[in-house]
């Protein structure tokens, strides 16, 4: 890692910690298994996990959690989201305010560049979806036209077999006409 990334990440990971404890007195969350509680804790995970650069270790650490409580929380995000009210609510306020607070942290720079070569390439995977369709489609073609000569094959060996049949046929009668 770069100086500057370690730096970041540690920026990150304050900032976090510092609005989580904002968070806490707001909401008054504590750390118990009340479904409230556990909605707020996984919401906070899983936005940290989207909006930050910290891995999953350094997220869990910030509420004082294993690493595979990052990974649940990350895992029943889209259930929750269907089916808990509180979990939504707390998502949506956590996901606004993270994004907006990190955002500051971007390096546009780098963003715009990534954003650039990123539709260079979504362009080139354009074209070669385009030209593989082109090539499936000949390719579908050709294995028609393969297929319909190979009837023809078929009909002309039996047409010669026929022929075959008749001219031995016209031998035996020319054979016992000269003899």
Same mark, same amino acid.
């Given at each position: 890692?770069?100086?500057?990334? /370690?730096v970041?990440?540690?920026?990150?990971?304050?900032?976090?910690?510092?609005?989580?404890v =904002?968070?806490?007195d707001?909401?008054?969350? /504590?750390?118990?298994?009340?479904?409230?509680?556990?909605?707020?804790?996984?919401?906070? %995970?899983?936005?940290c996990?989207?909006? *930050?650069?910290?891995?999953?270790?350094? /997220?869990?650490?910030?509420i004082?959690?294993?690493?595979?409580?990052v990974?649940h929380?990350?895992?029943?995000?889209?259930?929750?989201?269907?089916?808990? *009210?509180?979990? @939504?609510?707390?998502y949506?306020?956590?996901?606004?305010t993270?994004?907006?607070?990190?955002?500051?942290?971007?390096?546009?720079?780098?963003?715009?560049?990534?954003r650039d070569?990123?539709?260079? %390439?979504r362009?080139?995977?354009m074209g070669?979806?385009?030209?593989s @369709?082109?090539?499936?489609?000949?390719?579908?073609?050709? =294995?028609?036209r393969?297929?319909?000569?190979?009837?023809?094959?078929s009909?002309?060996?039996?047409?010669?077999q026929?022929?075959?049949? @008749?001219?031995?046929?016209l031998?035996?009668?020319?054979?016992?006409?000269?003899?």
């Amino acid at each position: 890692m770069k100086k500057i990334e /370690i730096v970041g990440a540690i920026s990150q990971k304050e900032q976090l910690k510092e609005y989580w404890v =904002d968070l806490c007195d707001q909401e008054k969350i /504590i750390d118990n298994r009340y479904q409230r509680n556990v909605m707020y804790k996984h919401a906070f %995970l899983v936005v940290c996990r989207e909006v *930050s650069t910290l891995g999953i270790t350094s /997220i869990g650490e910030i509420i004082g959690k294993h690493h595979a409580t990052v990974l649940h929380a990350c895992k029943n995000h889209e259930s929750n989201m269907k089916f808990s *009210s509180i979990y @939504r609510q707390a998502y949506t306020r956590i996901a606004s305010t993270l994004s907006d607070m990190l955002l500051a942290d971007l390096n546009f720079e780098e963003y715009y560049g990534l954003r650039d070569e990123n539709k260079k %390439l979504r362009n080139r995977l354009m074209g070669m979806s385009k030209r593989s @369709r082109e090539l499936i489609s000949s390719k579908v073609a050709a =294995d028609q036209r393969a297929l319909g000569a190979e009837a023809q094959i078929s009909s002309l060996k039996a047409q010669i077999q026929e022929r075959d049949v @008749r001219i031995s046929a016209l031998n035996k009668k020319i054979a016992s006409i000269v003899w």
